[in-house]
């Protein structure tokens, strides 16, 4: 790609874009066990499993609401894994499950759900929205 800055390359319309990230290496991501679960809800307080979703919900002050969602969607995004988010007023909700094991939830979910719970304390947001 002649003329492509490193890092980039030429979009459809001859624009440079970002190139996307490389991916983690591949594990083996597998269903937890209920055992599993009940396990990781030790450590992520506010949040439960809803049907086949691990969700929860934060009360956050409205003007922190833009800023703690756009980290959390940075968190997503460097996971390559993305939670089902409601944003009502200043509650914000997630729910998160491995879409490609059937809707399961994985180490996948309970990591993002450590993140997401990480990133809220940072912005003040409480568990129980």
Not at 19 to 35: A, G, I
Not at 98 to 105: R, V
Not at 123 to 129: E, I, K, R
Request: without cysteine; glycine residues 10%.
């Amino acid at each position: 790609m002649a003329g492509a800055a490193p890092g980039r390359r030429d979009g459809p319309y001859g624009a440079a874009r970002p190139s996307r990230p490389e991916r983690r290496e591949n594990t083996v991501v597998k269903p937890l066990t209920d055992d599993e679960i009940a396990e990781a809800l030790h450590d992520l307080p506010g949040w439960r499993v809803v049907g086949d979703e691990l969700t929860a919900a934060y009360t956050v002050d409205r003007d922190k609401v833009p800023p703690f969602y756009t980290a959390v969607a940075a968190a997503e995004d460097e996971a390559d894994h993305h939670a089902r988010v409601t944003v009502l007023y200043g509650t914000v909700a997630f729910a998160v499950n491995t879409h490609s094991l059937g809707g399961a939830i994985t180490s996948k979910d309970t990591a993002l759900a450590r993140r997401i719970t990480d990133l809220a304390a940072e912005y003040g947001a409480v568990p129980g929205g």
